[in-house]
T-cell receptor, first 110, second 112 residues
């Protein structure tokens, strides 16, 4: 069965703390992997994506994610979060139709 | 280039009423999607379309209908609104041969 799970529902961090959000998926074939972000009051935006090649991909605003095929994981990281990173983050492995994880709400305290 | 637009932004319906959520994209994308977003539940796919005249059910299609008569428009129809359909609805589109979905700003629907 196709599925995607995000382990953390709500993460609260102080500014400058490091961030890692977990994402695991279950698919039988080749996947493309995405992280989307939804800032308060805004719609979803693409943060980063992985198709092939270097398993460490860099996205916007200092975010990166590492694809570990053996663990079926695509965890999102940022070395030092800012208050402006407060948002909801969605992991989405694809093929069609696109599946989204339940989301992780990140709150960064100033 | 406006991207993906949705109307209305907000709507309150009474139980049993019907309405259509509009979605339009001006990027000539083949693929279009309707999702609903409920707190703590993430995004659930309602319906999707791979091109004009072709639609298919997603994970939670019950209570909804769609049509795709043109490439640009993908309206979502609620025939008999129920409180369980209170949610935020997002439309998205994706171009043929690409992998990135572009999302509209969403429609917040409340059914009382």
């Amino acid at each position: 069965a196709q599925s995607v799970s995000q382990h953390n529902h709500h993460v609260i961090l102080s500014e400058a703390a490091s961030l890692e959000l977990g994402c695991n998926y279950s698919y039988g074939g080749t996947v493309n992997l995405f992280w989307y972000v939804q800032y308060p009051g805004q719609h979803l935006q693409l943060l980063l994506k992985y198709f092939s090649g270097d398993p460490l991909v860099k996205g916007i605003k200092g975010f990166e994610a590492e694809f570990i095929k053996s663990k079926f994981s695509f965890n999102l990281r940022k070395p030092s979060v800012q208050w402006s990173d407060t948002a909801e983050y969605f992991c989405a492995p694809r093929p069609i139709p696109q599946r989204f994880g339940a989301g992780t709400r990140l709150t960064v305290k100033p | 280039n406006a991207g993906v637009t949705q109307t209305p932004k907000f709507r309150i319906l009474k139980i049993g009423q019907s309405m259509t959520l509009q979605c339009t994209q001006d990027m000539n994308h083949n693929y279009m999607y309707w999702y609903r977003q409920d707190p703590g539940m993430g995004l659930k796919l309602i319906y999707y379309s791979v091109g004009a005249g072709i639609t298919d059910k997603g994970e939670v299609p019950n209570g909804y209908n769609v049509s795709r008569s043109t490439t640009e428009d993908f309206p979502l129809r609620l025939e008999l609104a129920a409180p369980s359909q209170t949610s935020v609805y997002f439309c998205a589109s994706r171009g043929l041969g690409t992998d990135t979905q572009y999302f509209g700003p969403g429609t917040r629907l409340t059914v009382l």
